[in-house]
């Protein structure tokens, strides 16, 4: 039954792309949680998320979504994200494994084409998964971004 159950979760939330050894999340499915004055809008292009300054009181706005629990077929994580709207910013992305393990980096977003971000699995256990974060850290000013793809690779 449990592994019944798994199956109807990959099929409903995750939208399996035609590349071999590629897992695409199905961004207008996914449930994110933002965090206090973050807005996450889903589009058909993907999602437009946008972040307050610090002065808001929120230090480390973001949004944050579950992850399949089995990525162990996986080696890497990749965002792929452009400015929306705003300066060249540094987003940050956090990967939670059940065993309280985490692995994150950052990159600066500089443009309005998007752009690969990867996170290598290497830290985290890869058959327990939790969640992903995304966000910014002490934001001078507010920004958007455009996230069109969120996907697990080998």
């Given at each position: 039954?449990?592994?019944l ?6 099929f409903?939330?995750l939208n399996l792309?035609?590349?071999?050894g590629v897992l695409?999340?199905?961004l ?6 933002p965090?206090?004055?973050v807005?996450?809008?889903?589009q058909?292009?993907?999602?437009t998320v ?6 808001s009181g929120?230090?480390?706005?973001g949004?944050s979504?579950?992850l ?7 080696n ?8 929306a ?5 540094t987003?940050s992305?956090?990967l939670?494994?059940k065993e309280?393990k985490?692995?994150?980096?950052g990159?600066k ?9 990867r996170?290598p699995?290497?830290k985290v256990n890869?058959?327990?998964m939790?969640s992903?974060?995304?966000?910014l850290?002490n934001?001078?000013e507010?920004?958007?971004f ?8 080998r």
């Amino acid at each position: 039954m449990k592994h019944l159950l798994f199956l109807i979760f990959c099929f409903t939330f995750l939208n399996l792309s035609g590349q071999e050894g590629v897992l695409k999340l199905d961004l207008r499915k996914l449930a994110v949680r933002p965090q206090k004055l973050v807005t996450v809008e889903k589009q058909n292009g993907g999602l437009t998320v946008k972040f307050p300054s610090r002065t808001s009181g929120n230090t480390t706005p973001g949004f944050s979504f579950d992850l399949p629990e089995d990525c162990s077929s996986y080696n890497a994580f990749i965002v792929k994200a452009a400015l929306a709207d705003g300066s060249a910013k540094t987003i940050s992305i956090r990967l939670d494994d059940k065993e309280n393990k985490r692995t994150f980096q950052g990159f600066k977003v500089t443009g309005k084409e998007s752009a690969e971000y990867r996170i290598p699995l290497e830290k985290v256990n890869k058959g327990k998964m939790k969640s992903g974060i995304i966000y910014l850290s002490n934001p001078a000013e507010e920004s958007a971004f455009t996230i069109s793809e969120i996907k697990l690779s080998r």
